[in-house]
């Protein structure tokens, strides 16, 4: 990786220098903030290892800078500093930082946690690029227009909703409606797999075509399946792989691709069956119109028990409000 090291310390520079080299690194020096944000304009860093107290700008605003800065795209911040209250580590997280390391290092410390940046780094771009085979997937059918946007808002107001009520007991992991945020647009990535005949087919399908349309589902679970593997520890894989291969299935065990019924279904391809349903009925289609609101809201509660989780749909009641406003949000031109 190439590493940004900030420090006006020149003797702590050095070492750090010679630790990352050693672990085939490379590096470029900066002795203070505003030298590393023109050293950021100009070359590709990955990683950034700072000093928190530096002449000029210190290592604080430096991050905050950073993170500012969208289009440099993520950097992994590393703060160097003598201080360990935890007031002081707070400080440091609020700008931005994504981790510490107490001045003097050791080296095998400063090692490890350059190991974690590339982990970290490394799932990042395994995200974005995801994401961009979801959104490849969604941009061959040129009537899906924003809804990758709205399955994302509307799968995070059902996960908010339904974590919240009385009678919740399934087992989630912490921050379960943000995860769900950011793996609902997901869902599908198994089209990407699918034919284009059959994809963009502008009529109904036949049998034969439907069997191999259905096959997305299993598609999508086995390509995140295989990057879970890699990245065991990444809970947002494992439910982005469930959403994938379980969206079409019903709560009365008559979906597919394997006849699951009632909580046998993941709670997160629950969910995001009644979103992807209520954005089907609502969009305009080549083939059809948009239904009203409370049209798609009586066909949801006649599906209740059937085809969705009744839990999930006294969700969608609860929020039904801010649904119409994510509708209206990313309303088709």
């Known amino acids: ?36 944000l023109e050293i950021l304009k100009q070359d590709t860093i990955q990683v950034v290892i700072s000093d928190w107290n530096m002449p000029v700008m210190d290592g604080i605003e430096l991050c905050k800078r950073i993170r500012q800065n969208s289009p440099l795209g993520y950097v992994y911040f590393i703060l160097v500093t003598v201080r360990s209250s935890k007031e002081d580590l707070l400080t440091g997280l609020s700008a931005g930082a ?51 946007e709205r399955i994302r808002e509307y799968a995070f107001l059902l996960s908010s909703q339904v974590i919240n009520a009385p009678d919740f007991h399934d087992n989630i992991p ?18 990407v797999g699918i034919p284009d005949y059959v994809l963009l087919k502008p009529g109904s399908l036949n049998d034969e075509e439907w069997q191999i349309m259905k ?29 994938a291969w379980a969206h079409h299935e019903r709560w009365d065990g008559s979906g597919y691709p394997r006849g699951l019924k009632g909580e046998e279904i993941p709670l997160c391809a629950r969910i995001v069956a009644l979103a992807d349903v209520y954005d089907a009925l609502t969009m305009k289609r080549v083939y059809k119109a948009a239904m009203p609101h409370q049209v798609a809201r009586g066909i949801i509660l006649e599906g209740s028990g059937k085809h969705f989780d009744p839990q999930v749909v006294r969700a969608f009641l609860a929020v039904e409000d801010q649904f119409i406003a994510v509708q209206h949000k990313f309303r088709e031109q």
């Not at 003797?11 to 903030?33: P, Y």
């Not at 979801?134 to 227009?145: Q, R, V």
């Not at 912490?174 to 089209?191: C, N, V, W």
């Not at 990057?227 to 809970?235: G, L, N």
């Open 1 to 36: 990786m190439r590493i940004l090291i900030v420090d006006d310390d020149i003797i702590a520079q050095a070492a750090a220098k010679k630790i990352l080299e050693t672990h085939g690194h490379q590096t470029v020096l900066a002795e203070n903030g505003e030298e590393a």
């Open 215 to 243: 096959q997305h589902a299993e598609l999508g679970a086995q390509t995140l399946d295989a990057v879970f593997i890699q990245h065991p520890y990444a809970e947002f894989l494992r439910i982005a792989r469930d959403i």
């Open 98 to 148: 994504d981790d510490f390391v107490t001045k003097p290092f050791e080296p095998a410390e400063l090692s490890l946690r350059v190991r974690n940046a590339e982990r970290v780094l490394a799932l990042e771009t395994t995200t974005l690029t995801l994401l961009s085979l979801a959104k490849l997937a969604e941009s061959k059918d040129t009537d899906t227009g924003n809804h990758l």
């Open 174 to 191: 912490p921050r379960f409606a943000e995860l769900m945020y950011q793996t609902s647009p997901l869902h599908d990535i198994g089209k």
